[in-house]
């Protein structure tokens, strides 16, 4: 069986399970006829077994069998605790049933896949050999350069790869539609065993970590605004303070980088920034520019 088929069945019977939480093997049979599968052929005993045994390697899934033969997953902690088995579920489900979809290819629109991401395979190698590479590289308006970096973690972000990497003075964030090469040495680097990418980023939003002051923010969010907001967090601290008629306050403790006072004005339409007094100025300088310039 080819590998591409093989994934598409594990991640049904995965989907499946999340969504329906216990079946019994014939009234998983039934929906894995009923959605073809398998061109509508019937999911064997034997080949279901397999297939469990191959979802606890790739996903760390057990699927369990209780006393009145129901199957169910015991562990759903283990993908719906795990932003990297999320994604990887979710990039999975939505190519493969893409895939499988060329007769509405046209009815499908999706953003462009932006440059470098073929530079993910060696970089995640060198991460989890902790090998060095020798990255080629170029910021917009400066000459190339090539430079020896020690990778630490890479971060999604709006659709773009970004490598976290020591390059010998600070840590740095590296966009991968900027590299030009990314190659493995043979030297290792020792990484703290105490560091963490998840919490170097903890205090951002976004992937520009410039050492930004951290800061006490309050949005007053109107409308549709603040039930986006609600639904859509902008950082693991934000909460709630209040809501009035038509508005609600949002509070949030984070580094106010570019990152986040670009994603700031892609809202000022439905939001107010409250506090601090320096975002509120900083937000107003930016706008007063923008129309001096479109006036």
Not at 124 to 141: C, D, E, N, P, V
Not at 229 to 234: E, G, I, Q, V, Y
Not at 249 to 270: N, Q, T
Request: aromatic content about 12%; glycine content about 6%; hydrophobic content about 35%.
């Amino acid at each position: 069986m080819k590998t591409g088929l093989q994934f598409k069945h594990y991640v049904w019977i995965v989907n499946t399970l999340r969504k329906r939480r216990r079946l019994t093997l014939s009234e998983l049979n039934e929906l894995w006829v009923s959605d073809e599968v398998a061109e509508g052929n019937p999911l064997p005993r034997s080949s279901f077994n397999k297939y469990r045994d191959a979802i606890l390697d790739m996903f760390g899934l057990i699927i369990d069998c209780d006393s009145t033969y129901h199957y169910y997953i015991s562990n759903p902690g283990e993908v719906d605790e795990d932003q990297t088995k999320q994604w990887m579920l979710s990039m999975l489900t939505t190519g493969l049933t893409l895939s499988g979809s060329s007769a509405i290819k046209d009815s499908v629109i999706l953003e462009n896949v932006p440059a470098g991401f073929e530079f993910l395979p060696v970089i995640l190698q060198a991460i989890r050999q902790t090998r060095t590479i020798m990255m080629g590289y170029q910021k917009f308006g400066f000459e190339p350069y090539t430079k020896p970096v020690d990778p630490y973690a890479v971060k999604l972000f709006r659709q773009r790869w970004y490598l976290l990497a020591d390059n010998g003075e600070r840590m740095s964030v590296y966009s991968f539609d900027r590299m030009q090469s990314a190659a493995l040495t043979d030297q290792r680097f020792a990484r703290p065993k105490d560091f963490s990418p998840e919490d170097y980023f903890a205090e951002y939003f976004g992937v520009m970590t410039d050492g930004t002051p951290l800061e006490h923010v309050v949005l007053r969010a109107y409308g549709k605004m603040a039930n986006l907001l609600r639904t859509l967090p902008l950082h693991a601290s934000q909460h709630e303070l209040e809501s009035g008629e038509g508005y609600t306050d949002y509070a949030l403790d984070i580094r106010p980088s570019i990152d986040f006072v670009s994603e700031l004005l892609s809202k000022i339409d439905g939001l107010d920034v409250l506090e601090p007094q320096s975002l509120k100025e900083k937000i107003s300088r930016i706008l007063n520019d923008a129309l001096r310039r479109n006036p």
